[in-house]
């Protein structure tokens, strides 16, 4: 079983910014990873992809972050990060982490728990 936990959210001022950080354990390794994201739901509003990062190191974006916004890895800490700068009140989300990774010829999904970020005006 393969657990994902977030940190890095908290409460930041419009211009600011945060690192997130969501590090896999459990039976997983760096290598069966295909693809880490972060996504992020706002209140009243459904969960939006964020940022993708797949194993061969191509990364792609959301308008609405691309610039701001870094998703990087960790492969000895098998772990994830966001790297967000130029928070705006719009950011103000929480933040879930999701890994794709292979297990015994299966293909499998974890998500994090979520971490909240929240950006003043």
């Known amino acids: 079983q393969v657990q994902l936990v977030e940190s890095g959210g908290g409460l930041v001022q419009a211009g600011g910014s945060l690192r997130l950080s969501c590090a896999a354990s459990?039976?997983?390794?760096?290598?069966?990873?295909?693809?880490m994201e972060w996504y992020r739901q706002a209140p009243g509003k459904q969960r939006e992809w964020v940022a993708t990062l797949t194993s061969g190191g191509s990364r792609n974006y959301a308008d609405s972050v691309k610039g701001r916004f870094t998703i990087s890895r960790d492969n000895a800490k098998v772990t994830v990060y966001l790297q967000m700068n130029s928070l705006a009140p719009e950011d103000t989300a929480v933040y879930y982490c999701?890994?794709?990774?292979?297990?015994?010829?299966?293909?499998?999904?974890?998500w994090g728990q979520g971490t909240q970020v929240t950006v003043s005006s």
């Open positions: 999701n890994v794709q990774y292979r297990s015994s010829d299966r293909d499998y999904e974890a």
């Open positions: 459990g039976s997983i390794f760096s290598r069966s990873i295909n693809v």
